[in-house]
């Protein structure tokens, strides 16, 4: 089955940083990658995907790239703010509404 | 839009009682729903897949009898946990996949399961 790793699991970085997350997925098949932001207490809330036929993929300050060949897929988050802080998983999944494998999170600090 | 709901966002219950969490989408026909479980710092877990109409299709490890799923209809699904003991205290937290061919899933609030 797929396997979804996820680096850093944690991350720290300050007011207006920048902050990268790394995934990486076994199963060549996989074609649909969200990312998700769980706050606590609370379900994942999607903020952003990308599919397999789209190299990046861009809303406001975050961003989300994909290299097939190499399969990993990375979230990026610009000017970050302390509203930002949260844990964050990465997921990969086939076809419509499929199961996803998540990654183990990633417990994200913006200090102010 | 995309909205899911679960009822309730907590219960506490005895060891050997039973504890039912409903899942709904609220906003559109869920033709798939899923269920994961969440321990203390750790990443979602997939329990189950249930599609409307037909049994439920557990992960590895998860005991049918004990999980019991039903998706009556294309807006609700319930998660049943039967004869709780006190190892089942977790975060249950459903899904929901549109009827529309998006892949997109709509995660409910979760439900904090507390067995005593």
């Known amino acids: 089955g797929e396997n979804v790793e996820q680096h850093p699991s944690t991350l720290s970085v300050q007011e207006g940083d920048s902050a990268v997350i790394k995934c990486t997925y076994s199963?060549?098949?996989?074609?649909?990658f969200p990312w998700y932001k769980q706050e606590l207490g609370k379900g994942p809330q999607l903020i952003i995907d990308?599919?397999?036929?789209?190299g990046e993929k861009k809303d406001q300050r975050i961003a989300v790239t994909l290299n097939k060949t190499a399969k990993h897929f990375s979230l990026h988050i610009t000017e970050t703010q302390p509203e930002d802080s949260a844990v964050y998983f990465c997921?990969?999944?086939?076809?419509?509404?499929?199961?996803?494998?998540f990654g183990d999170g990633t417990t994200l600090t913006v200090k102010p | 839009g995309a909205v899911v709901s679960q009822h309730p966002s907590r219960v506490i219950c005895k060891s050997g009682t039973s504890v039912k969490i409903e899942c709904r989408s609220l906003d559109f026909q869920a033709t798939t729903m899923f269920w994961y479980r969440q321990f203390p710092k750790q990443s979602l877990m997939l329990m189950a897949t249930?599609?409307?109409?037909?049994?439920?299709?557990?992960e590895q490890g998860v005991e049918k009898d004990k999980f019991l799923i039903n998706h009556a209809s294309l807006t609700l699904s319930t998660l049943t946990v039967t004869s709780a003991h006190p190892e089942d205290s977790s975060f249950y937290i459903c899904?929901?996949?549109?009827?529309?061919?998006?892949?997109?899933?709509?995660f409910g609030p979760g439900t904090r399961l507390t067995v005593t």
């Open positions: 997921a990969a999944s086939f076809a419509n509404a499929g199961k996803s494998t």
């Open positions: 990308i599919r397999s036929n789209v």
């Open positions: 249930s599609n409307e109409g037909s049994k439920a299709t557990y």
């Open positions: 199963d060549s098949a996989s074609n649909y």
């Open positions: 899904s929901a996949g549109g009827t529309d061919g998006s892949y997109e899933q709509y």
